[in-house]
């Protein structure tokens, strides 16, 4: 919910400022609210409008780069792993090294 209130506010300020909102930086955005949150619930009136408005022509300021022809594939590169998971505290698990205790290597775990 978070992701689609720091959009919307992004295309807010991208109209206000006749931008595509895809020229705006998401990390900026979440920056910049993310400091308005300790000023805006103090704020009172026609100050509280000032920071708003401040705020939405900060975002369109900080406009991200050209990048033509920029595709990601949606997927997750995920191997599954050939070691055994560490369910026991660091330090038990050092100790038994030391000691010598071994144990059989568990069967590979399924990608997620």
């Known amino acids: ?16 400022n006749e931008l595509s909102p895809r020229r705006l930086s998401f990390a900026t955005a979440v920056q910049t609210l993310a400091a308005s949150w300790i000023i805006l619930p103090i704020a009172r009136g026609t100050s509280a409008v000032a ?16 990048r033509p022809n920029r595709v990601e594939p949606r997927a997750v590169k995920r191997r599954p792993k050939p070691h055994r998971l ?10 038994e090294l030391l000691r010598g205790v071994l144990e059989p ?4 775990r399924e990608a997620a």
Do not use: S
Request: no cysteine; proline share 4%; net charge positive.
């Open 1 to 16: 919910m978070a992701y689609h209130l720091i959009r919307k506010t992004m295309l807010q300020a991208a109209r206000r």
């Open 51 to 66: 920071v708003v408005i401040a705020q939405l022509d900060r975002l369109a300021q900080q406009q991200i780069g050209d």
């Open 86 to 95: 560490l369910t026991n505290p660091r330090t038990e698990a050092q100790a």
């Open 105 to 108: 290597e568990a069967e590979p």
